[in-house]
């Protein structure tokens, strides 16, 4: 057990040091870094003191070298038009990112499984077919776009919902957090949702996929054989069985709707870290992009490696493949 | 007695591959229609500039007196606008067409390079194997790791701004799920007796791979091919709706949501409706295309 996490351990840092490879000579190559660090109508002794500040003149393994011991010690650069270190910009947007694709995974689980699993129960329903269809057009829907319909009907015609912005916060150990003020949720609805309908089209087909595998294996027939109710059959027996991939695949989807928040916060306006990689990118704001890419990438690797060390504790089979390999 | 003559006559009829493919692809409904409105789609995506009732991006005859019309509406010289204007006045329905040319180019364009591209790392990594396959395979796991929207913008913010770029980027994005594809169908072609009988003719590495086994290969590609040309035009709708795809000077479908977003909140929401429905459609009827196709080319599904 304990070799199979310092191998994946040791994978995730080779993945880490080449993604940082990566973005680094994307940015310094492939782009022209002094172009990015200075304004064109700097002097020419500022441009030759940044070249030399930043070390641009030294061979590109030394300039490596130097990201890599900076970002090591939390330094990935200072931003240019906050003027602050990126680290810490992204660090105070986290939170809010984080708590969207936290809601929008709460609501893929309370909206899908109810819905697949009555899909998979009922397969020929009309409404069981209504769902299916609905659910290959969250696959097919372009989030944004349905982001701005949901303004333009909950927003701009019912006026039900506010439409950008995040609403009253309250501060829970330390972090703001809007989901327990009546104007937080009310802010947090239409953004979660959004986020989510890809997922909830995702979770409505595995479970149904899973009911309708378990509706026929023998373990429900014995369970209707007993008399027990066809809800606890249901909400007991065949839930049980569902909940093992759902959560799973849940869990390595909560990275993509981290990465999709950057759509749906720029749609609504949502003050977390995808919204500020949008304006950074507007901006030419090379330090903050950079240092957004590679915490990205860091909270990827670790949820790919959760997501693996749970997998081998849940199915030792995973763990017996891999020493095998 | 009619009904003996029929039976025979049914049996005694040879279909060719392509006959049984197309009338299988028929039975379909929903599919048959789907492909009728790709077939539209294309159609007006190729013919644009003749079929637009008006050039949107000729400053001659776009008046900004007729900015904001809502569907329907006619204007002082009496032209028609079928689905109202935007905010300076350019006809909606024509910027669709000519957006859809567009949105259409990139995605496909994108999507070929990628399959070929993909087809040809997949069949090398498959062919070799050994630490050929183990290396790219890895790359191809690391990178199907992250959204292809993450991907995209990692791309984007090395590469720049630009058509080109865009199109480097979504290839980029792309090729992994085509090699993947690929690298699985031709290892269990690999294996079949008339590889090994083109082997042991000594045929060269690259007659085998490209006049083999690829044709073998083809199936599942052509099904990932249109799944993943739908995902290419989503996407880069969604990075020129962010304002980091395609130049102001190529409006696709994207980026007239985006021009209309501003209009939104003051109620004149046919601006975004309209290119989004379009959007829509386009993505949707190839998904649906894409998904009968799965289904005729499968051959565990044949009757």
């Known amino acids: ?325 | 007695m009619t009904e003996i003559v029929d039976t025979t006559e049914v049996a005694v009829r040879v279909e060719t591959p392509l006959q049984r493919f197309v009338a299988d692809f028929l039975e379909n409904r929903i599919a048959t229609g789907a492909l009728v409105v790709l077939a539209i789609i294309i159609f007006i995506a190729i013919f644009a500039p003749l079929i637009s009732p008006t050039d949107p991006y000729d400053l001659a005859t776009v008046s900004i007196l007729d900015a904001r019309m809502p569907p329907g509406e006619v204007n002082l010289d009496g032209v028609p606008f079928l689905l109202g204007t935007d905010g300076a006045g350019r006809d909606l329905l024509s910027s669709i067409f000519y957006g859809l040319r567009i949105s259409l180019g990139v995605g496909v364009t994108s999507g070929m390079i990628a399959l070929c591209l993909g087809a040809a790392i997949g069949l090398t990594a498959a062919y070799y194997g050994g630490r050929v396959d183990t290396v790219i395979m890895r790359l191809v796991d690391i990178q199907l790791s992250f959204p292809a929207i993450l991907v995209a913008l990692v791309l984007i913010s090395a590469l720049g701004k630009g058509i080109d770029k865009i199109i480097i980027a979504l290839v980029l994005v792309q090729w992994a799920y085509y090699a993947r594809t690929v690298r699985g169908s031709a290892l269990v072609e690999r294996s079949k007796e008339y590889v090994e009988a083109a082997t042991c003719l000594a045929l060269p590495p690259r007659r085998i791979l490209f006049r083999h086994l690829l044709p073998n290969c083809l199936p599942p590609l052509i099904v990932v091919g249109t799944v993943q040309t739908a995902h290419a035009i989503s996407l880069e709708a969604t990075l020129s709706f962010l304002g980091v795809g395609l130049p102001i000077t190529e409006p696709s479908l994207g980026l007239l949501i985006a021009n209309g977003f501003e209009y939104m909140l003051s109620g004149a929401y046919w601006i975004s409706f309209f290119p989004g429905l379009a959007l829509l459609i386009t993505i949707v009827s190839i998904n649906l295309v894409g998904d009968q196709l799965r289904d005729v080319l499968n051959p565990r599904l044949q009757k």
């Open chain 1, 1 to 325: 057990m304990s070799a199979f996490i310092i191998r994946r351990l040791l994978q995730s840092v080779v993945v880490v040091a080449v993604m940082s490879l990566l973005v680094f000579v994307g940015v310094n190559v492939v782009g022209d870094p002094v172009h990015m660090l200075v304004s064109p109508e700097a002097p020419q002794e500022e441009i030759e003191r940044i070249i030399r500040d930043f070390g641009l003149d030294r061979p590109l393994y030394e300039q490596y070298w130097l990201f890599v011991k900076n970002a090591l010690q939390g330094d990935l650069g200072r931003s240019f038009v906050f003027g602050e270190p990126a680290l810490k910009l992204i660090v105070q947007r986290m939170p809010a990112t984080f708590e969207l694709a936290l809601v929008a995974l709460m609501m893929a689980i309370v909206f899908g499984i109810p819905l697949g699993v009555y899909a998979g129960i009922f397969p020929n329903r009309v409404s069981s077919k209504a769902i299916m269809a609905g659910s290959i057009f969250g696959f097919s829907l372009p989030t944004f776009w349905v982001g701005l319909m949901m303004i333009m009907v909950f927003a701009v015609m019912l006026g039900w919902l506010p439409s950008t912005g995040r609403g009253d916060t309250v501060a829970i150990l330390g972090l703001r957090v809007s989901f327990l003020t009546l104007d937080g949720l009310s802010h947090i609805f239409m953004p979660a949702l959004n986020l989510a309908l890809l997922k909830i089209s995702l979770v409505i087909r595995l479970s149904r996929a899973g009911a309708r595998e378990a509706m026929h294996q023998d373990y429900v027939k014995f369970a209707r054989a007993k008399g027990l109710s066809e809800a606890r059959v249901v909400l007991v027996h065949i839930m049980k069985n569902i909940l093992i991939p759902v959560v799973t695949v849940l869990g390595l989807e909560f990275g993509s709707l981290i990465a999709f928040s950057v759509v749906t916060e720029t749609v609504f306006a949502w003050p977390g870290m995808g919204k500020l990689l949008i304006e950074a990118l507007h901006n030419l704001d090379r330090p903050l992009i950079v240092a957004y890419l590679m915490i990205i990438v860091l909270v990827f690797v670790i949820i790919n490696l959760l997501v693996d060390i749970l997998y081998s504790v849940l199915d030792p089979r995973v763990r017996i493949q891999d020493a095998g390999r």
